[in-house]
């Protein structure tokens, strides 16, 4: 098979070790060597349990932390080598740390991404002011965008923060947990969001998250990074069905099912159930019976369940094998039944 063919990669790493320097002599690595590039146009998450590594790697990535060894590039120039007005022009980063605006309002701020291009003592001119505001109306701020950042809530400064970065207009975005302190609809839209504008625009966007079902939708690739910091990348349908991903989340009790894509939040107690039917009726009974300890089957078992055909809720049938089926209205009644069943 062709090998596909990339454009060149805005950001690339060669045996980079990042971590931390206890003392002039003592590093205290927490991921590496890895080798890492970033490709235009694709939205890549990284992923991996607490502790791992993700910011490390990202602020080594940003340049706010030397790595302990290895070559880091941007654009095809040595990161270490750029003052922090060219870095500035490559790479926008948000990271989780508290911002403290003052009293400057939010478009102010906003505005602050625009420095990188017209240097700290230059007017904005149009141009500078329409990306602002492009910037404003993407993030959903511009509704708040006079009012002083000191009195947003965690998440409206969430989104402040990724605006001011778009603003900065790079062809490099990293964000730490962008999603952090936004409400599910929020968090959604944030990620669809970041992926059009990695469509669009070419921009390569890097964001950390443990929004891992969201990760795993949203995501060209993901970068999977496990407590012993050997990164794996790949897209996260690559990463689930080799079992990388499980492994790199696994914990006692704890289990990824890759049929599903969720962590199984509930250990069975109970028989195993032959569920009928298909469709959103079937897919909300399946969580019903494992949330009750029952183990839904596609196969023939002792106890059967139909899920309703129709577009309105209900009626579930429960059959014991050899016997009459039961009519139920809602998952409760029908739960009451399966659990009567169950005790006799
Ligand atoms: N300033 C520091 N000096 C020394 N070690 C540090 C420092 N900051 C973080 N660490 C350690 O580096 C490791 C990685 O931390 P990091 O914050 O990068 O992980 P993370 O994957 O972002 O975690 P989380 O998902 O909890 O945010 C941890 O063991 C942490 O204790």
């Known amino acids: 098979m062709a090998t596909p063919q990339h454009p060149a990669p805005l950001l690339t790493a060669e045996d980079l070790a990042v971590g931390y320097f206890l003392s002039k002599k003592m590093p205290r690595p927490v991921a590496g060597p890895l080798r890492l590039a970033l490709w235009p146009g694709e939205l890549v998450c990284l992923l991996g349990p607490n502790g791992a590594g993700k910011s490390t790697l990202l602020r080594t990535l940003a340049g706010l932390q030397p790595p302990l060894g290895g070559r880091l590039e941007l654009g095809g120039r040595p990161l270490a080598a750029m003052g922090a007005a060219e870095r500035a022009r490559q790479l926008s980063v948000v990271l989780t740390d508290r911002v403290d605006a003052g009293n400057l309002a939010v478009r102010e701020l906003v505005r602050l991404g625009r420095h990188p291009h017209t240097g700290w003592l230059g007017g904005l001119s149009a141009h500078d002011e329409a990306r ?45 947990e962008p999603t952090a302190h936004l409400d599910l609809p929020n968090r959604v839209a944030l990620m669809r969001l970041l992926h059009q504008l990695a469509r669009a625009t070419g921009k390569a966007i890097l964001l950390s998250t443990h929004e891992l079902d969201l990760a795993l939708q949203a995501a060209d690739r993901v970068w999977l990074l496990p407590a012993d910091g050997a990164l794996r990348t790949g897209t996260p349908e690559d ?36 569920l009928v039917g298909e ?46 089926s039961a009519s139920h209205a809602t998952v409760e009644a029908l739960l009451l039944a399966l659990n009567q069943v169950n005790n006799n």
């Open 279 to 324: 469709g959103a009726a079937a897919f909300w009974t399946r969580r019903a019976l494992e949330r009750a300890g029952f183990v839904p089957t596609l196969g023939p078992a002792a106890l059967r369940v139909t899920a309703p055909a129709g577009p309105g809720p209900g009626p579930w049938l429960s059959q014991v094998a050899g016997q009459a």
């Open 239 to 274: 990463l689930v069905l080799s079992g990388a991903f499980a492994a790199a989340f696994a914990r006692e009790g704890l289990a990824f099912d890759a049929a599903t894509g969720t962590f199984a939040l509930h250990a069975p107690t109970g028989p195993p159930v032959q």
């Open 132 to 176: 602002v505001q492009a910037a404003l109306e993407a993030t959903g701020t511009e509704a708040f965008a006079d009012r002083p950042v000191g009195e947003l809530s965690d998440g409206e400064r969430q989104k402040v923060l990724l605006a001011r970065a778009l603003a900065q207009d790079t062809p490099v975005v990293l964000l730490d």
